[in-house]
């Protein structure tokens, strides 16, 4: 397969990325931004091996970098003309004076941190006037890095905090006053200060600044080789070396859009020319590629949010999400396989695929700093003391490597990256800190609870009377409207905001619902979680499907149509772990024969999914056959014994109808059309 280009990345990750359609500079602005996001990542470097500072402190320090330098940044517009304004080096005046101004409104909490023990609840007025400051700063930071959507969101929940007497229903309270609202947001760890910006400013920006640097020493072109080394010749092979890449890739960055244009400007091309739909290729990249925020040991800013709430070490994250990841990549594996099947195509040629030992004897060194940072996160230490000797590791191996050569200036650019992809990250978790402190104030995650569980509740009531022998309880019905509820509301929420927007807005409102239901706290995480990333391929705002039909022009919306078919198993798979929490091992009351008999009714599953979605298991199969296999399929996922031998009772006579439908067509002519597709 042809080399990445670093510079196609770069161009293709602005056109599809919101969150790097940065404005053009000129100097001297170019320079001074570059020294200062360059200072960003040196700081979080640097407090990651020598000792972080007080929590307001380093929190603040961050924010005053983060939401400073997205005015210098990002423009007022994404796609405006150049300013009217007075400029230096292409950033009007006006941005220079809010950056500075937002970077000592965030500095002012930690300045004055000591006094504030004396005065949270009855603020002064200077505290009003920064707290007020600090909230517009941060929507509109938000606004340019990232959209109008979550800035829209934060504001109507503004709203609610203050008007909160006129809200319908159990949803009312008392109202608080701007003065109440502003202490709560700004002087206390409940909002903007809070779990959010904290997790990213300790765990997230380490991470992704270390799969930068791991990127450019070589890992990205190695997990791609490895994976064409591997997969690249049996029949479909590019869809094969898409999966793979992307979830070895994944390993390294939990961005979907940016694992879509890294490995998608090589896959997609390639399943293109062996004879897949252009709509299917931008599926089948865009799917395998949201499968990295689920991927350990680098799973996005989600699971470092988790850890926080959870109260748990990151390595228990990556046990509980190591095999429903597994269970995504082989639900995509498995209809990319069966579609390449049914449509004749080709693996890659022996010229087209890269030779293993050469692959490994030029690439190793590029596993170096992963497998040091997975040895130090599995030995108990803190997720930012593994990021940073996973950098530290990248750094000296890119020094020393002679392949992928790392000098000065290419590790300030990879500082510099860095810190770029982190500012839009850095600006949602300041306005979900808003949205939380919102909800924590005001009771609003327990109202809603309420409702969704009554609701499910009245639902229930209405037809668990009505079905046959009993075969439905009213508790499991509640359970199971509640989850339909709440992944409903995560795919809807997650069209509009982020990963970990998404999920921090409805842990905090939807997971206290399912925790009412004696759902434990770490499986009602994670499915909140699964169904937030789902989002980036559900249309109609699908961004990494998007990217996808971008690379192979296509429509954008039969991709992300096709993308979230590819990705069914991801959408079942939260339902197996939550009525089975023995995938997520870490769980209460683990035991081996339980992950067995769920893991195993898992795959059998997902591969009869696969086929009753593409048409074709050992041959074409009919609407009969494909009806039979969805409802099996269905019932050897569900959770328990019984419904998984039925599952088997109804999957055995369409084996032995596919059997011989098989034999009946080999020993059938060959018709021209049937020849020339073999050739």
């Known amino acids: 397969m042809p080399e ?159 008007y909160g007497q006129w809200a319908p229903g159990v949803l009312v309270h008392p109202g608080a006053s701007w003065k109440g609202l502003v202490n709560h947001l700004y002087l206390t760890s409940q909002g903007i200060y809070g779990i959010a910006v904290g997790v990213v400013a300790t765990y997230v920006f380490h991470f ?37 890449s992307s979830a070895l890739f994944g390993m390294i960055s939990g961005s979907s859009i940016a694992n879509t244009v890294t490995t998608g400007a090589l896959t997609i091309p390639a399943m293109k020319r062996i004879g897949y739909r252009p709509h299917f290729a931008a599926a089948v990249e865009a799917t395998s590629s949201t499968g990295g925020q689920i991927t350990p040991p680098i799973m996005g800013a989600a ?25 995504h990549y082989l639900g995509i594996f498995t209809m990319v396989h069966l579609e390449a099947k049914r449509l ?32 130090i996160i599995a030995s108990g230490r803190t997720p930012y003391s593994a990021a940073f000797w996973g950098i530290t590791a990248c750094i000296v ?78 508790q499991g019905a509640t359970l199971f409207l509640t989850l339909i509820f709440t992944a409903t509301a995560c795919i809807l929420l997650g069209a509009g905001i982020p990963t970990t927007a998404t999920y921090i807005v409805l842990v905090s409102i939807a997971a206290p619902a399912l925790g009412i239901l004696g759902v434990a706290p770490l499986v009602a995480h994670f499915f909140v979680f699964y169904y937030g990333v789902l989002a980036d391929i559900t249309p109609p705002v699908a961004l990494a499907a998007y990217a996808g039909a971008g690379i192979a022009g296509t429509n954008p919306f039969k991709a992300g149509n096709t993308a979230f078919r590819l990705a069914s198993a991801k959408a079942l798979v939260p339902f197996v772990f939550l009525y089975s929490p023995a995938m997520l091992i870490v769980t209460d009351g683990f035991t081996w024969q339980a ?13 009869f999914l696969g086929a009753a979605l593409t048409g074709y298991f050992i041959t074409h199969m009919g609407w009969l056959e494909r009806s039979a296999t969805f409802i099996a399929s269905l019932l050897l996922v569900a959770p328990g014994l019984k419904s998984g031998l039925v599952g088997l009772a109804m999957i055995a006579p369409v084996i032995v109808i596919q059997v011989i439908s098989r034999r009946r067509r080999l020993s059938a002519p060959k018709t021209i059309p049937e020849i020339a597709v073999e050739k």
């Open 303 to 327: 699971a470092f949010i988790m850890i926080e709430f959870l109260e748990v070490p990151y390595r228990t994250i990556l046990l509980a999400a190591t095999v429903p990841a597994l269970m």
């Open 397 to 474: 191996v890119g020094f020393l490597n002679p392949r992928n050569r790392l000098t000065v200036p290419d590790l300030f650019e990879c500082f510099k990256m860095g810190a770029k992809y982190a500012l839009a990250v850095g600006a949602s978790a300041a306005s979900v800190g808003i949205i939380v402190g919102v909800v924590s104030l005001t009771g609003m995650g327990f109202k809603v609870s309420f409702m969704v569980t009554s609701a499910s509740q009245q639902l229930a009531e209405m037809f668990v009377p009505h079905v046959p022998f009993g075969l439905i309880h009213l």
């Open 4 to 162: 990445l280009d670093p510079e196609q990345i770069r161009k293709l990750e602005e056109q599809y990325d919101p969150e790097m359609q940065m404005r053009p500079m000129v100097a001297p602005a170019t320079w001074m931004v570059g020294t200062l996001l360059v200072a960003l990542s040196c700081f979080h470097y640097y407090t990651a091996g020598f000792g972080l500072l007080r929590e307001a402190t380093h929190r603040g320090v961050h924010l005053a970098f983060v939401l400073g330098l997205i005015f210098l940044v990002f423009g007022f517009r994404k796609k405006g003309g150049k300013s009217r304004f007075p400029a230096i080096g292409g950033i009007p005046l006006y941005d220079w004076f809010l950056a500075i101004l937002t970077a000592v409104t965030c500095l002012y909490v930690p300045y004055v941190f000591d006094e504030l023990a004396f005065r949270v609840g009855d603020p002064m007025g200077v505290d009003v006037f920064f707290g007020t400051l600090m909230i517009l700063a941060t929507l509109e930071a938000t606004r340019r890095s990232m959209g109008i959507a979550l800035p829209l969101i934060a504001v109507g929940f503004i709203l609610y905090g203050l």
């Open 208 to 244: 992704v600044l270390f799969g930068v640097l791991a990127n450019r020493i070589g890992a990205g072109k190695l997990f791609i080789d490895l994976a064409s080394c591997v997969a690249g010749r049996y029949a479909g092979g590019p869809a094969k070396v898409s999966v793979f």
């Open 344 to 375: 004749g195509l080709r693996g890659l040629r022996p010229d087209e695929m890269p030779r293993f030992l050469r692959v490994v004897r030029e690439g190793w060194s590029a596993l170096i700093p992963l497998i040091l940072l997975i040895a």
């Open 595 to 607: 992950f067995a008999l769920t893991v195993s009714g898992c795959v059998v599953g997902i591969v």
